[in-house]
């Protein structure tokens, strides 16, 4: 009696395991996407953003290539806009959408300033 109780066990353990996929997301937002400002008064400034498809990513800015924040966000997508949400920090949503332009991947926000370049 006691074994077939464990090989139900098993087959009910094989047959539970078996039905769990990950769904695969190919969205066009994975990668890694950049921004570099060049100015008198601030210096050089680098932000990235690495989307991961898991509706994750982390968030980099370098100043005078010196890391000063680094952080994890979440992302989601809802009628073509893309929404990045910086949980642990104060730091506010950028709702942006992507446009191509001469061959360029760009993430432009709502009032139309680009946000990021593809790398």
């Not at 050089?44 to 994750?56: A, G, P, S």
């Not at 010196?66 to 966000?73: G, P, R, W």
């Not at 949503?93 to 432009?108: I, S, Y």
Request: aromatic share 10%; with cysteine.
């Amino acid at each position: 009696m006691k074994k077939r109780l464990y090989l139900w066990a098993i087959i009910s353990i094989v047959s539970a395991s078996n039905c769990s996929k990950i769904p695969e997301n190919n969205d066009p937002i994975l990668g890694i996407w950049s921004n570099d400002v060049r100015n008198e008064e601030n210096g050089y400034i680098r932000q990235e953003w690495i989307f991961n498809d898991v509706y994750l990513g982390r968030f980099h800015q370098y100043h005078n290539h010196q890391l000063v924040v680094i952080t994890d966000f979440g992302w989601s997508l809802e009628e073509g806009a893309y929404t990045i949400s910086y949980r642990t920090t104060d730091m506010p949503d950028d709702v942006v959408h992507m446009e191509t332009k001469e061959d360029a991947e760009m993430l432009v926000d709502l009032g139309g300033k680009v946000l990021a370049r593809r790398e």
